[in-house]
């Protein structure tokens, strides 16, 4: 999935009709390119969301006869993309086979 | 989806089976790429259009046997990529989890 | 789709079974990348053409289960790549949505 | 599949249904682009890792219903990516179809 | 397809269950990118390659159970990446409709 900014709504009169009930967005990446996503979720201008491309796009609008290769997939907590950038982790190789991998959660408690 | 605007039609008499019923656009991204796409909409040289790639772009003919893998979606009303593309949002980072997202809606009237 | 240029046959003694009986063509887009197509319209060195990627891809060789994620999807008739690319359109906003679009085409005797 | 290391855990209150009981990680490839993947391995933060995208993606989650399209499919043992992509091998070219090919293999006392 | 270096397997010890049998080899691409492709064909290092993406490279595995997203098609005869990107074809631009195609053809003896 990729990490892009919502600009606001896309208007679009003639249209194919596989989109015709769906909300669009215009988005922007990091480098300003600019993306159209269908929306499932409700989102504002300038929230940070993930998109979710490909088939898996079309199933996350809850209908995969939704003909978008691109869907809103989540908007992202407190998102500061130049802090997590710069965020370089402690450590750059991975240890030995041996060592204990962290537990799999996606439990908001977790640690950071 | 992507934004592309419509450069002319491609002729191509040697073309595969697949491809014999459908109109050829040649289109032309923001950086000067040029890409190819079956156009179900009926554009003209100059519209700015959103693509659907992949086995979306497929089905947005109407007919999953058109071996495409970009179609165009839909002409965009009123684009003006310069304004949109400088119109950084207000709102950079995102609220927390208590906040309300914007109701879900494609109506033409929602506030821009 | 995208417009690449044939640069020659490719040729792979050891290769996967799904591909056993397909010419392969080693194409050049445009910036001098190299890739490697299917070739089911039987193209020459220098052509131009355009080709269709993902499971469309497959489709084009007429049976699915030839393993090719590119195919050659037809030779462009009188392609001059810069002509095109410098083609600006003279309209480089979308009218309203009143606008009548253009009919829906592929006939070579269609204005350009 | 693509090499990216773990930067941290994505916290997404708001998130289509098709992910809500997956692990989000955000992950940085080696020219600093931010991506978002699932996790069904177990990573840390630092952990340099190999990404399966597509409709693999989906089903490396051990479920094809998860809308992910990027998948972390395995963390590298011992994984120091400068000395790797410096490590240019020593044959450039491949030799002629008489030459054998070295037994296919993926245990790890593999010459490397 | 794309053309790929072998630079030389990949070691992972933690890795998701539909991998778990598979020859990892690490490519390397003309502009020195890292990848990650399934190997059914027994390649070495310094070996050019082409690869299969998307659902084909899982078919290319002989079995389409296997999650991955890339998958090496073969190795290529007597591959020098210079000469062949230098080597611009003659003709620049594609002859009108009456213009004979090459015949379709893999084999061997075929005139590059």
């Given at each position: 999935?990729?990490?892009n900014?919502v600009v606001g709504p896309l208007y679009c009169t003639h249209r194919?009709?596989?989109l015709?009930?769906c909300a669009l967005r215009v988005l922007k990446?990091?480098?300003?390119?600019l993306l159209v996503a269908t929306d499932?979720?409700?989102t504002?201008p300038?929230?940070?969301?993930?998109?979710?491309?490909?088939?898996?796009?079309?199933?996350?609008?809850?209908?995969?006869?939704?003909?978008t290769?691109l869907?809103i997939?989540?908007?992202?907590?407190?998102?500061?993309?130049?802090?997590?950038?710069?965020?370089?982790?402690?450590?750059?190789?991975?240890?030995?086979?041996?060592?204990?991998?962290?537990?799999?959660?996606?439990?908001?408690?977790?640690?950071?």
């Amino acid at each position: 999935m990729e990490i892009n900014q919502v600009v606001g709504p896309l208007y679009c009169t003639h249209r194919i009709p596989g989109l015709e009930h769906c909300a669009l967005r215009v988005l922007k990446d990091r480098k300003g390119k600019l993306l159209v996503a269908t929306d499932p979720v409700g989102t504002r201008p300038g929230n940070w969301v993930f998109t979710v491309s490909g088939s898996a796009g079309r199933y996350a609008m809850g209908n995969p006869d939704i003909l978008t290769d691109l869907t809103i997939g989540g908007i992202i907590d407190d998102w500061a993309p130049e802090t997590i950038a710069q965020a370089a982790p402690a450590t750059t190789s991975n240890g030995g086979p041996g060592e204990q991998p962290a537990p799999q959660s996606s439990d908001r408690a977790q640690a950071a």
